[in-house]
């Protein structure tokens, strides 16, 4: 029989519900604390073995994450690969075969002169469930890296690895049953990425710089490579492959009508001139493609607008889409996963209001299955909608951004959270955030922008932000506060400014260079001295990349660097900073600490043994959000409306 969620989603209620309500928990129906929010997603990383009939999950409980196999029918769940240290997570998982799977897991590890990202690869039997680390020789730090199946038998799987670590990887073929890698082509620079078609056969090779980017193809299964185009990076024609699917059809992203679109060309024909397959007027196609395991054939695309989509491209796959958005409304619906032969779907079910739930879709029998909430503790509640809005650059720019404001609060007069997003060239948009939501809940209206540089929307937007980290960036962000204000939206005097990687450090330029506006900034992980960390990226495989992204010299990057001007603030500010931050060195947030502790300036310095760049451990986001909860408290208060409780559906 068919039953109604709390969600208003459909769900086929059976012992596969009971199985899973009993291992990922409960929704509750008061209003949910910190740590409910900052908690690990507690269901995440599913995926389906080739037949359909296991699924697999990663699960968070008491500290670790473990992967979760179940027998769709006989809804027998196992255990079989529980990660030993809280510092390793999971990065993905996915079906060698129906009876291998392998994942890819992620740690940070501290040296003397930096800290290193470390990538292990296991394979788990799902038989016998039995568990073995594979490449475990690689002298690369990243042993996962797989481009795809081989060609050559089953159980085998196509390795990118650089055992000289010199930027320029070879591929070997590991036969995931017995461990054993073989190389099947060296090192060619200037190639820095490999490409397999569907089938496994690795088809085309990736050379980049800063400037300029070569695509090379093989003509036959021989050793013969010859140059396919070349280009330009800032040329308005320049392309970017995202996969190879039957025919030897390489699906591209190239600019048309200002916007990056989906292309496909013929990667035998010499002229390499892509036909145009998608295109959106307003905003970028991004990827992934979406391939059919069995012929190749171009199922979907996704890309985001005001939040993600999937464009379909054949009959079977517009109708799929069309019957779950109409059985799981007002959501975001995206197949993630599917069965060889097509009959099970896993579908993951979201929106800016609703945290992710995935669902197996039996399109035989036109069933969904409901397997598991990612926070299943924030089930149940209301969340306030994110609110597109669009504000003016002091040069006339249009802006877009998003407004999170809480329930039962008037709108006017909030005390107010300026939040830009990382990268630079990331973007915000429309999607569950529980950080978002952990600090409405707490009365705050929350501003997101996606200023220039964001990617999204077209080649010249991005393309404005190149090098002005602290020039039309900054000004554009510092423009949504003051659109903030003029609105009436946030009350002047109680605007707190905060944010993550680069969002950290525009709150720290902001402190620092408009401290009349921001009663309070707040850093995690952020660059505070953008001289010395140009001076760190030097030493990485990608300096050149990174020379291109901050595009100033010395003088430049001291003026644009929040150490700079650190005499000249009076607010508040709070840093966090991760030991284990492989991205931007703890020494960033020290040394900022040190200038504003020698000028007499408010602030805190907190240091975390157990965060990375991206507050991945539970403990690490747990933390955080009470410190920020605790320093917002105490500098802008809270909104008296904002402390309702909001309503359970």
């Known amino acids: 029989m068919l039953t109604r969620t709390s969600k208003g989603k459909v769900s086929l209620a059976f012992g596969l519900i009971a199985s899973i309500a009993a291992l990922c928990g409960g929704a509750r129906a008061q209003i949910s604390d910190i740590a409910d929010f900052a908690s690990s997603p507690q269901f995440f990383g599913a995926s389906l073995s080739p037949d359909g009939q296991t699924l697999s999950y990663v699960q968070y409980a008491s500290g670790r994450e473990s992967l979760v196999l179940m027998r769709v029918r006989e809804h027998r769940v196992r255990r079989p690969l529980s990660l030993e240290s809280k510092q390793e997570r999971f990065g993905w998982c996915d079906w060698a075969s129906n009876r291998f799977i392998l994942c890819g897991t992620a740690s940070a590890v501290r040296k003397p002169e930096r800290v290193e990202l470390r990538t292990r690869l296991y394979a788990i039997d799902a038989v016998h469930g039995e568990t073995r680390e594979l490449n475990r020789r690689l002298s690369d730090p990243i042993r996962d890296h797989i481009i795809g199946f081989s060609a050559r038998g089953p159980h085998r799987v196509l390795v990118q690895h650089d055992p000289k670590r010199t930027g320029y990887p070879e591929i070997a073929e590991l036969d995931v049953e017995t461990g054993r890698l073989t190389r099947i082509l060296r090192s060619r620079p200037p190639i820095r990425r490999w490409m397999a078609d569907y089938r496994g056969e690795v088809k085309l090779g990736i050379a980049y710089d800063a400037a300029r980017a070569s695509f090379y193809v093989r003509d036959d299964s021989s050793e013969n490579w010859t140059v396919l185009n070349e280009q330009d990076m800032s040329d308005p024609e320049a392309i970017a492959p995202l996969s190879i699917g039957a025919g030897n059809n390489v699906y591209v992203l190239k600019h048309h009508r200002g916007r990056a679109a989906l292309f496909r060309a013929d990667a035998t024909n010499p002229k390499f001139s892509p036909e145009l397959v998608f295109a959106d007027p307003k905003y970028d196609i991004v990827g992934p493609v979406i391939l059919d395991r069995n012929s190749g054939e171009l199922l979907a695309v996704r890309y985001v607008q005001d939040s993600e989509l999937q464009a379909a491209f054949t009959q079977d796959e517009v109708r799929r889409q069309a019957w779950l958005d109409a059985r799981l409304p007002d959501s975001v619906n995206l197949i993630s996963d599917r069965s060889d032969d097509g009959r099970w779907l896993l579908v993951e079910s979201s929106s800016d209001r609703d945290p992710p739930s995935t669902y197996l879709f039996d399109t035989e029998q036109a069933n969904l299955i409901l397997v598991g909430h990612s926070f299943p503790k924030l ?119 905060a944010g993550a990687s680069f969002g950290g450090y525009a709150s720290l330029l902001g402190a620092t260079r408009e401290s009349q506006w921001y009663a309070c900034a707040a850093s995690f992980g952020g660059i505070s001295d953008l001289l010395a960390f140009s001076q760190h990226t030097q030493r990485l495989a990608d300096a050149d990349v990174w020379r291109e992204r901050l595009g100033a010299d010395g003088q430049g990057l001291w003026q644009m660097s929040p150490i700079a001007r650190v005499r000249s603030t009076q607010t508040p500010v709070l840093l966090v900073h991760g030991l284990l931050d492989a991205v931007v060195p703890a020494s960033q947030s020290r040394r900022f600490a040190r200038a504003l502790r020698k000028e007499g300036k408010p602030h805190e310095l907190i240091m975390r043994a157990d965060c990375d760049h991206e507050m991945t451990i539970e403990s690490c986001r747990t933390a955080y959000f009470k410190e920020l909860s605790s320093f917002l408290n105490r500098h802008i208060g809270p909104s008296p409306a904002g402390v309702m409780q909001p309503l359970t559906r």
């Open 379 to 497: 089930e149940g509640k209301q969340f306030p909608p994110m609110q597109s809005i669009t504000y003016s650059a002091r040069d006339g720019q249009g802006i877009p951004g998003y407004l999170t404001l809480p329930f039962g609060a008037q709108t006017k007069g909030l005390p107010a959270i300026v939040l830009p997003h990382g990268g630079p060239e990331a973007r915000t948009w429309k999607r569950f955030d529980p950080l978002v939501h952990f600090l409405v809940q707490r009365g705050y209206g929350v501003l997101q922008m996606n200023f220039r540089g964001s990617l999204g929307y077209g080649a010249g937007f991005a393309a404005a932000g190149a090098g002005q980290w602290g020039g039309v960036i900054h000004n554009d962000i510092t423009d949504g506060a003051r659109w903030l204000v003029e609105q009436g939206t946030a009350d002047p005097t109680r605007m707190c400014i």
